[in-house]
Nanobody, 121 residues
Framework: QVTLVESGGGLVQAGGSLRLSCVASGTIFSINAMAWYRQAPGKQRELVAAITRSGSTNYANSVKGRFTISRDNAKNMLFLQMNSLKPDDTALYYC???????????????WGQGILVNVSS
């Protein structure tokens, strides 16, 4: 079984920066695509950024040029560098990964529990 744990959230003023981290642990055979999602109060969960195992990325239009997704395959970690933060970026941020656990037959989508990013104006 694979679990994802996020860290690095918190309260920041508009214009500031935060770096989110996510570490995958457990009996991991392989991790394919990874992503960050977010859910603001009263809104649906939305994709923020995604990255393939080889490093190809895509971003939501609302964060392009401000956020950067990256990963460390050797350490099973995912990162999100968030710059020029806006109050609209306030949300619970979730780590997501397609993981293959040892002893299983294929990839399974796994979610972290979420971490709060609160941007004050």
């Amino acid at each position: 079984q694979v679990t994802l744990v996020e860290s690095g959230g918190g309260l920041v003023q508009a214009g500031g920066s935060l770096r989110l981290s996510c570490v995958a642990s457990g009996t991991i055979f392989s991790i394919n695509a990874m992503a960050w999602y977010r859910q603001a109060p009263g809104k649906q969960r939305e994709l923020v950024a995604a990255i393939t195992r080889s490093g190809s990325t895509n971003y939501a239009n609302s964060v392009k040029g401000r956020f950067t997704i990256s990963r460390d395959n050797a350490k099973n970690m995912l990162f999100l560098q968030m710059n020029s933060l806006k109050p609209d970026d306030t949300a619970l941020y979730y780590c997501n990964a397609n993981t293959w656990a040892v002893g299983t037959v294929g990839y399974l989508e796994v979610w972290g529990q979420g971490i709060l990013v609160n941007v004050s104006s």
